[in-house]
């Protein structure tokens, strides 16, 4: 149990960004590691699940809501790992506000395996915002100079009190 805690403890400390509405006293966290959101609270209530068996980078955070790019899974673009590179690597805050962050990523920001795997230029920005409603705003702009493949999304895993409750309307 002692590893569990400090892994945990690991994540923690990894450098990030706080967001607070003051509006509605909601919070929430980004990871710079991978723009991962790892905390996303309203009303004190944590609403996100994020796994003690995180590892430190340049792993990618397990749990919370991680961005997927350029590809989920395997097989779009050779040579990269699974779901890509944007969630192994470190973003830059472009803007921060209270309850705003821009976060970016481009291709000199990335491993020099991952740019000879995906040798575009690009500009990735990635905002979470936190609204007066509680809701958290996740927008992401893909900007490049060559036209190319890819695949973007976010992973989000919800924290939950008992799986055998939850159902999923469409």
């Given at each position: 149990?002692?590893?569990?805690?400090?892994?945990?403890?690991?994540?923690?400390?990894?450098?990030?960004?706080?967001?607070h509405n003051g509006k509605n006293g909601a919070s929430a966290r980004v990871?710079?590691?991978?723009?991962?959101v790892t905390s996303w609270k309203i009303g004190g209530d944590e609403l996100l699940f994020l796994s003690t068996e995180s590892r430190p980078a340049p792993s990618p955070i397990r749990g919370g809501i991680p961005l997927v790019f350029p590809q989920f899974g395997t097989g779009l673009v050779e040579g990269l790992p699974s779901h890509g590179f944007a969630r192994r690597s470190t973003w830059m805050v472009e803007r921060k506000e209270d309850a705003v962050v821009v976060l970016t990523l481009d291709e000199e920001a990335i491993e020099k395996e991952y740019a000879e795997a995906f040798p575009y230029?690009?500009?990735?920005?990635?905002?979470?915002?936190l609204q007066d409603s509680g809701a958290l705003e996740t927008r992401l702009s893909v900007t490049a100079v060559d036209s190319f493949d890819f695949q973007a999304l976010l992973h989000t895993y919800f924290k939950v009190a008992d799986v055998a409750q939850c159902t999923v309307t469409v």
């Open positions: 149990k002692k590893k569990k805690k400090e892994k945990k403890k690991e994540t923690e400390m990894a450098e990030h960004v706080e967001l990871c710079l590691h991978g723009a991962t230029r690009f500009k990735l920005a990635y905002s979470v915002s």
